[in-house]
């Protein structure tokens, strides 16, 4: 319902990717009372980009019943290295022409409300420990694992970025070098060995290659709409294949929670992201037990290895806390 008197008591938190712009309008807890979703579009340009980013934010209000007087900031998590202080998007690899981009003074200019920006992953990880950690753990590592697989890091309690802000880039971690081609140029980083594009790759090429599973008879040959959800149906209808290829990434994760955990000694890592929100319950125990194998004698005593439950609204939650935070 709108409020008559207008205060200025919402905050927005937008999360700003290579395919879609997502949208969400918070009052005082951590659910959105309004949200919305548009396709990037990145090709048009990023003048174009940062008028959809505007749009958005303004559909999610509209589907609160609500208005920009009545939102005190806007907080936004965007892909790639990101300068916190001017609010400027330094390079976005998925992104066309995105290099150095003054997104917070642009997007002020569209909104005419305080406007903040942090790297994506950041921001899920400032997401998860605010609205589900209630931030209780001074030290945490989050892992996310989606199209790619992204990191944030929160040390004594802060978000630790760097100091030239392009900490946490966890799935960039190279895990084996003899390992599949990256993205980034790189053999055998974490990202290339178990987020979603490398294990839809795998299953693909396998596929290709005549290997039989039930994803075939669910989705045709091509494996055209393939999604996370599918392999956990799959799996649960005894598909030893798309089981085995789910473990093995589960292993590569585990793999990464070790060598995070020897490095930085965390008391929680929250492993989230669209992959394990559709495959926690199979990748888990093997994600724990890898990181237990795996890790230095010792480091791993207390540790806590937890799924996140916020899946993809991590980024609205995330970016609706940074800018409460701002705003206050
Ligand atoms: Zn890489």
């Known amino acids: 319902m709108a409020e008559a008197n207008g205060k200025a008591e919402y905050v927005v938190g937008v999360d700003l990717g ?5 949208s969400g309008v918070f009052k005082h807890s951590f659910e959105p009372i309004g949200s919305s979703k548009l396709s990037t579009k990145s090709q048009r340009g990023v003048e174009a980009v940062i008028e959809r980013i505007a749009r958005c934010v303004q559909d999610a209000i509209d589907e609160a019943d609500l208005s920009l007087k009545q939102v005190a900031g806007v907080g936004i998590g965007a892909p790639g290295a990101v300068d916190f202080t001017e609010g400027r998007v330094i390079f976005a690899p998925n992104m066309e022409g995105w290099k150095d981009v003054p997104l917070k003074k642009d ?7 305080p406007v903040f920006v942090e790297n994506d992953c950041n921001i ?4 998860v420990h605010v609205a589900e950690l209630k931030a209780k753990p001074k030290n945490l590592v989050g892992i996310f694992v989606g199209t790619g697989i992204g990191g944030g890091l929160i040390i004594n309690g802060e978000l630790y970025s760097g100091f030239n802000h392009t900490a946490g880039e966890i799935g960039h ?10 993205g ?5 980083c974490f990202e ?6 490398a294990i839809f790759q795998q299953i693909k090429g396998a596929v290709k290659d005549g290997q039989k599973t039930l994803l075939t008879e669910m989705l045709g040959d091509d494996l055209k709409d393939l999604r996370s959800g599918d392999l956990r149906k799959a799996i649960r209808r005894g ?5 085995k290829v789910v473990e093995t990434a589960a292993e590569y994760i585990g793999i990464g929670v070790a060598n995070l955990v020897n490095i930085l000694g965390p008391e929680v890592v929250v492993v989230g992201g669209g992959v394990i929100e559709a495959l926690a319950d199979e990748m888990m125990s093997v994600i724990v037990e890898t990181a237990q194998d795996y890790a230095m004698p010792g480091t791993m005593k207390g540790v806590e290895i937890v799924a996140s439950k916020l899946g993809d609204s991590a980024g609205i939650t995330g970016a609706a806390v940074l800018a409460r935070r701002e705003t206050k």
């Open 124 to 127: 899920c990880v400032l997401g």
């Open 173 to 182: 971690m190279v895990v084996d070098v003899n390992g599949p081609k990256c």
């Open 18 to 22: 290579g395919t879609k712009i997502l």
């Open 107 to 113: 997007l002020e200019k569209h909104l005419g409300v």
């Open 239 to 243: 598909d030893k294949f798309v089981d």
């Open 192 to 197: 290339a060995l178990a987020s979603r594009t």
């Open 184 to 188: 980034c140029g790189n053999k055998g």
